[in-house]
């Protein structure tokens, strides 16, 4: 799966699928990929074997004309100019403020949203006051810490089994009556 490298793009190949957009390889000469690398503003390390850049990254000056597929009739191809660089859509150039990587970045999104889970559910200690649940896998379980969707999810094989031992127990009442008749 194609994933932009640039350090604060958000694009990745299922989202940008069907709008016409091309994720680009790194060029293979040194000098140009330091400066592609240097553009992307990536505190990790960048292994430009598998990385790629999205297209809208690039002017559109910076692609050649596709001429033998336009003659041809077929559909035009992207193709980029062999002294390209990425210049549209960057993080902010040499002003001081820190870029984050993708895994920080989503690292602080998991705090915020256990965050505001907890405003739902302040603490353990209290009763949650968020929506019961009707089973476990429905979509409110995404609404409850983790602490109390484990409980909720013990409760819920505990209801299981109370309604298994119910069905086992009229069974084996029927059976005595049935051995009581006889």
Same mark, same amino acid.
């Given at each position: ?24 390889? &790194? ?13 992307? @503003? ?7 074997? /598998? ?11 910076? /692609?050649?004309?596709?001429?033998? =597929? ?55 200690? @209290?009763?949650? @006051? ?12 995404? =609404?409850?810490?983790?602490?109390? &969707? @484990? ?32």
């Amino acid at each position: 799966m194609s994933v932009c490298v640039v350090a604060t793009c958000p694009n990745y190949h299922r989202k940008t699928k069907g709008k016409g957009v091309i994720y680009h390889t &790194f060029p293979v000469c040194s000098n140009r990929n330091k400066i592609w690398i240097s553009k992307c @503003k990536r505190q990790d390390h960048i292994n430009v074997k /598998y990385v790629r850049i999205y297209s809208d990254h690039f002017r559109p000056s910076d /692609y050649m004309d596709d001429m033998k =597929n336009r003659l041809l009739g077929l559909n035009q191809k992207k193709i980029l100019k062999p002294d390209a660089v990425p210049s549209v859509n960057l993080p902010l150039q040499d002003n001081g403020e820190n870029i984050l990587s993708r895994s920080e970045r989503k690292r602080k999104r998991s705090i915020l949203r256990e965050a505001k889970i907890r405003l739902k559910c302040p603490s353990s200690k @209290k009763a949650c @006051k968020t929506p019961a649940m009707e089973p476990f896998t429905t979509a409110t379980t995404e =609404n409850i810490c983790s602490s109390c &969707f @484990k409980t909720q999810k013990k409760m819920h094989y505990f209801w299981k089994e109370l309604v298994f031992l119910k069905k086992n127990l009229k069974r084996q009442k029927r059976r005595l009556r049935k051995s009581e008749k006889k």
